[in-house]
């Protein structure tokens, strides 16, 4: 008994610290509120009033721009998102990718282009200060134009993400467009890669017709998911052949090539047997894996319906909390759990 006196509290000391270094929350390792958004961040596709938490800020009017928690908290207002163009206009969310928290570090594109014409609602952004064009994203397509970017979502290593997006953040959108391919370049040479979608379909592109419902491919000019494998086969899902494009609205998975457990949202609803809506997060394959209500129910708004456009979430294998109990009791107290 004496010795368990002794050992309990350095015991919880211990535990705490596993605690606090398994969830990223030492003091000093995250940075304002968009820790909240390490598991879970959305946008939503209409503005709504809170009824329940109310954002640090004491605004409860939740705007399409904001990024949010699964939690029912704003991580960063519209503004926030936009703070190195000194914007004070909502300019909408339209695509995200919590890349690090620490070093708030968020890619995304807006649903607006910015009055100064610094980027286009179609470009890729990041809170760094990058700026991509839309059409170097389709270089490897052979298309031209601005075609609108729905979803993104970075594959790689956490070290190649960062320092792919060192080089791009020093690299004006100008330079980009006097030389597309150094994106695809600049990809391989960190071993990353940029999944994304399209607002429109391009029947000519360079070797097949894309689709806004098809993930693509920035690094290799290729499509990783048609609309087709993205939904369950009792889904007439994928043109010119099954029936209908659903489109891909927001797209999220792990950071390997792993695409099982990627999650999704459409840009039109499904009536049939295997419904849902264009709010609802779905599993690749295999239906619905959140509820749109439960997405924002933290939030207690009065509308039954208020779509899912922007989404993150954290799909990587993280490790067990309890993971170092057996050591420390072992250690300490002699006790085998």
């Known amino acids: 008994m004496r010795k368990l ?5 350095l015991l919880l000391i211990l535990l705490s610290i596993a605690f606090l270094i398994d969830n990223n929350q030492v003091v000093g390792q995250t940075t304002g509120s968009l820790v909240a958004c390490k598991d879970i961040a959305y946008s939503t596709e209409e503005d709504f009033l809170t009824q329940g938490p109310v954002p640090v800020d004491g605004n409860p009017i939740i705007s399409d721009g904001d990024l949010l928690s699964g939690s029912g908290g704003v991580c960063m207002r519209n503004r926030e998102l936009l703070r190195v163009w000194d914007l004070q206009v909502d300019l909408g969310l339209d695509a995200v990718d919590v890349l ?5 570090l968020v890619a995304f594109s807006t649903e607006l282009n910015d009055p100064s014409k610094r980027f286009s609602a179609g470009d890729l952004l990041t809170t760094w200060g990058a ?7 389709l270089t490897l397509f052979q298309v031209q134009g601005d075609r609108g970017l729905d979803a993104v979502h970075f594959v790689g290593t956490r070290d ?3 320092a792919f997006n060192q080089t791009a953040t020093a690299i004006s959108r100008d330079e980009w467009l006097r030389d597309p391919g150094k994106l695809s370049g600049e990809l391989r040479r ?11 379909t391009v029947l000519r592109a360079a070797t097949v017709s894309i689709y806004d419902g098809d993930l693509l491919s920035a690094a290799h000019g290729s499509i990783v998911l048609s609309n087709a494998a993205l939904l369950p086969n009792a889904v007439p899902a994928g043109l010119p052949n099954r029936g209908v494009d659903f489109g891909l609205d927001g797209f999220t998975a792990s950071r390997s090539t792993e695409l099982r457990d990627g999650r999704f949202s459409t840009e039109i609803l499904y009536r049939g047997e295997l419904a849902f809506t264009d709010g609802d997060v779905l599993k690749v394959g295999d ?25 993150y979430i954290r799909l990587d294998a993280q490790p067990q909390r ?3 109990l057996p ?10 759990p």
């Open 100 to 104: 690090d928290v620490e070093r708030v």
């Open 131 to 137: 700026v991509i064009p839309n059409q170097v994203l």
């Open 160 to 162: 190649g993400i960062l």
């Open 190 to 200: 960190n071993g990353i890669d940029i999944w994304f979608s399209i607002e429109g």
């Open 287 to 311: 239906g619905i894996a959140i509820h749109d209500e439960d997405l924002y129910k933290p939030f207690e708004p009065k509308a039954d319906f208020l779509g899912t456009d922007a989404l």
């Open 327 to 336: 050591m420390i009791l072992k250690r300490f107290l002699g006790v085998t």
């Open 322 to 324: 309890d993971k170092f």
């Open 5 to 9: 006196s002794i050992w309990l509290p």
